[in-house]
């Protein structure tokens, strides 16, 4: 199983947190992002944080689920953090303004928060109940006239397909890399890189539709396009309760200032 593939696919071990329904999951989620968008202060960072790892602990997931960053996204961050301290800004310190850093900063925290959040519901849930979870909530939205069903399968297609996306870009990456750099190319970094870029994509893109193409037949072939819709737990008085936490801290993002402030003025 690649690096990339095993961040969408369930770890099979049994936890409060698998045994939630993943509307809940979904649901919770959601809101929680919404109030760090709004307002992604230190402090409100801090508790989405701490309160990640405390689900992941609860979740009883190992670490090895963890995917490892490749290099190439290494060195952009470090180049980014380059970029983000020449900006400088408050505070100040021994001279040298850290205020650009310390927002680049945030915004890699907040994302990180973000991925992580996504990863407990993958790794909990799995991707095919999440599309079925996404279905379910929309669905009384199909009495003021919206083709549910037809919005449903959409998202739920392309949930489910970003494993095979993920697989698509490790088997690309690992053939571009192995193959030999062109003649014209070499001594070239930069229109090496640029070339790397380019044939990746495209390599990505035609494996992608590849892909599709072989799903939509075997769709067509079935008769159906949707799989079976798994079974769920049922919904229990944990599950009120955090959602009803979950509205709350989104709540409390709006209404309590973080510390720092991000307010410019």
């Not at 915004?107 to 407990?120: K, P, T």
Request: with cysteine; hydrophobic share 50%; charged share 15%.
């Amino acid at each position: 199983m690649s690096t990339a593939s095993s961040f969408f696919r369930p770890v099979p071990v049994d936890s409060p947190v698998h045994r939630l329904r993943a509307e809940t999951k979904v649901v919770a989620g959601i809101v929680i992002s919404i109030g760090l968008v709004f307002n992604p202060a230190w402090s409100h960072v801090g508790v989405a944080a701490a309160l990640a790892l405390i689900t992941f602990r609860l979740a009883k997931l190992p670490r090895s689920v963890i995917p490892r960053l490749p290099a190439l996204v290494l060195y952009g961050l470090f180049g980014g953090a380059i970029g983000a301290a020449a900006s400088g800004g408050d505070p100040i310190l021994f001279g040298v303004g850290l205020g650009g850093l310390l927002d680049y900063l945030r915004l890699i925290v907040l994302g990180i928060v973000m991925i992580l959040w996504a990863g407990i519901l993958s790794w909990t849930t799995g991707i095919t109940a999440v599309g079925f979870a996404l279905r379910r909530l929309i669905r009384p939205l199909g009495r003021i006239g919206v083709p549910v069903d037809e919005i449903g399968t959409v998202i739920a297609l392309a949930i489910r397909s970003l494993p095979l996306v993920a697989d698509e870009i490790q088997v690309v990456n690992e053939t571009v890399t192995t193959r030999p750099a062109p003649a014209d190319l070499s001594g070239k970094p930069f229109k090496e890189a640029f070339s790397f870029i380019g044939d990746t994509a495209t390599a990505v893109v035609i494996g992608s539709h590849r892909r599709a193409r072989d799903l939509a037949m075997a769709m067509a072939c079935r008769g159906s396009t949707s799989a079976p819709e798994p079974d769920s737990p049922p919904f229990r008085r944990i599950d009120r309760l955090i959602l009803i936490a979950a509205f709350s801290l989104c709540i409390a993002a709006f209404l309590v200032p973080g510390v720092p402030s991000t307010d410019p003025s």
